[in-house]
């Protein structure tokens, strides 16, 4: 067995540590616990907040738990149980998540923090610390594990604490954290309670067991392992070192949804570098790479995957928060994980057709064409998504998804800018199954969701039963709907709660890829699209058309281009 002890680090490796340890909000406690338990090879974790997690956080596990003689350097500043004094190993080199030390010190610094814990001796330790008191220890009867609660943070930060969003906002930050570590680590339960309801819970039997308690059934159901490896050859070197190149071993393991399930924004791709969850955009872009055009535009995959290459390639300590890491040939092992998941998804591909009938006919008649597109003539369609049309001397490309959007959107917004959204009652009601985050995030827009339309009450854990839906125009929105809807509410940094329910709205009933058009239907789409106050980009911002000149076709093919002068 290694020596766990809690030790004071040499003033080079405190020197090596980028930032410290920075703790800027509730979930951020969080991270820094679930490290710490899962370091200490934990089975069972369980988070309790109150609140915001201002309040109290709690966090307990069944790892391995800190000795008596340690407990108070554990909550001293650089000190640590993963570097021995004499190593002269590089602290890239660590192979746990965090510093013990470290974090709980930081946590200490801005709330009151209490440790129990028991190495499985017949008595446990306990002890309290804040950010202006000494720490005081006890015997305590504590089953082997360590709990540590941090209450009122911030309360010697008024600034950083009137900084945080509202509380709704805050728990739902903690939520996406413990989801990301439960898809992670899926041998481990994690239990989630918000005001002493249990939110999220997963069984620690695998990964489908994590997905059912973090996304749901249906989730669960169209859920793959992956488990890859491939050997990738790594440059070293560069401009003031000889360049070298090693082959070395990546895995790429973790779980993958088939592309029928997707959201809207990539917050639901959950990537790990050797067991850290971190941001790295290379990675989370390799993995939705990987899905090709099994993907429309603007969608993303749920899908967690963990990257295990040799520590020596990874420098955890370029982000204070450690939320990116330091990668050595990156580049190369994003083309890694392309690969693998475009594999485990090719060798079973489940991607079906949509086959949602849209009556253009009876939506897009009765109009009066623009003169913007008074010169359009449509030629036709390609793959069953794009409008081809002639204009002058350039190829006009549409997407009949987006320009339907817009069509939509810009419907409902006329309809509905000083009315209420109709709502009509669903008999009987319907349960829909939430994950977690987005359980959070509608106890965060309840107001918003009422206004337009929604009508649901909880039904245990995160299922809730949908009692009467949006009814724009008198068509009744699929109860399924809330889920995309509570995404879209998510990602509404910069727009108002109910224009980003109108975009999602006006999504649902929009044409989507593999829906058939004639060209008089097509030619009835562009007719409304003309009536657009802005038809030039969907509601969510993406362009609805591209333009081909006949000078770049002719340049492509080699012609002579004298005519064009």
């Not at 349960?431 to 206004?451: I, K, P, R, Y």
């Amino acid at each position: 067995m290694s020596d766990r002890s809690i030790r004071r680090l040499s003033d080079a490796t405190v020197n090596q540590i980028a930032a410290g340890e920075v703790i800027t909000r509730p979930s951020r406690v969080v991270e820094e616990l679930l490290d710490n338990a899962i370091d200490a090879a934990a089975s069972r974790i369980t988070i309790e907040v109150e609140g915001d997690g201002t309040d109290r956080i709690t966090v307990s596990d069944t790892g391995h738990g800190i000795a008596r003689k340690d407990v108070v350097r554990a909550l001293e500043r650089h000190t640590t149980s993963k570097i021995q004094p004499e190593s002269t190993t590089l602290i890239e080199s660590v192979q746990t998540l965090g510093f013990r030390g470290e974090a709980l010190a930081a946590i200490a610094d801005c709330a009151t923090v209490t440790v129990e814990t028991n190495t499985g001796e017949p008595r446990g330790t306990k002890i309290t610390t804040g950010p202006d008191d000494e720490p005081v220890r006890h015997d305590v009867g504590h089953a082997q594990g360590t709990t540590v609660t941090a209450s009122n943070l911030f309360a010697n930060r008024p600034a950083r604490n009137a900084s945080l969003a509202k509380p709704e906002t805050e728990f739902r930050r903690i939520t996406e954290v413990v989801s990301a570590y439960a898809l992670l680590y899926p041998q481990i339960r994690f239990v989630l309670r918000h005001n002493g309801t249990e939110t999220l819970s997963t069984t620690g039997t695998g990964i489908t067991a994590s997905v059912l308690g973090v996304y749901g059934r249906k989730a669960a159901q169209h859920t793959r392992s992956i488990d890859h490896r491939q050997a990738v050859s790594i440059d070293h070197g560069g401009t003031h070192a000889p360049r070298t190149t090693e082959t070395q071993t990546v895995r790429i393991s973790g779980f993958l949804l088939a592309p029928t399930i997707v959201r809207r924004s990539n917050t639901h791709t959950t990537v790990a570098i050797n067991g850290r969850p971190v941001r790295q955009s290379a990675i989370r872009d390799a993995v939705v790479s990987g899905y090709g055009s099994r993907l429309g535009s603007k969608e993303y995959p749920i899908a967690a995957i963990s990257v295990t290459v040799p520590h020596s390639l990874v420098d955890p300590n370029i982000h204070p928060a450690k939320q990116r890491v330091g990668l050595v040939g990156e580049d190369e092992i994003a083309a890694a994980v392309s690969k693998a998941i475009e594999t485990a998804l090719t060798s079973g591909d489940e991607r079906i057709a949509a086959q949602t009938p849209t009556d253009l006919t009876t939506e897009l008649a009765d109009t009066t064409p623009d003169s913007r597109f008074d010169r359009l003539t449509v030629i036709g369609t390609f793959r069953e998504l794009y409008i081809l049309c002639e204009a002058a001397d350039e190829l006009l490309v549409i997407d009949q998804h987006a320009a339907h959007e817009r069509v939509n959107y810009e419907r409902l917004q006329a309809a509905f800018a000083t009315e209420p959204i109709r709502s009509e009652p669903i008999d009987p009601p319907q349960t829909v199954s939430l994950s977690a985050t987005a359980q959070a995030a509608m106890e965060e827009f309840a107001d918003e969701l009422t206004a337009c339309g929604y009508e649901y009450e909880l039904f245990g854990g995160t299922v809730v039963r949908v009692t009467a839906v949006p009814a724009p125009f008198g068509r009744p929105a699929n109860p399924g709907s809330l889920q995309d809807v509570l995404t879209a509410l998510q990602q509404g940094i910069e727009r108002p709660p109910r224009e980003q329910f109108l975009a999602s709205l006006a999504c649902h009933p929009s044409l989507k890829a593999g829906d058939s058009l004639s060209v008089d239907d097509a030619q009835l789409l562009l007719d409304r699209l003309a009536e657009c106050e802005s038809p030039y980009r969907c509601p969510h911002g993406r362009p609805v058309m591209t333009t081909l000149s006949e000078r770049s076709i002719a340049q492509q093919l080699g012609r002579n281009v004298s005519r064009f002068r």
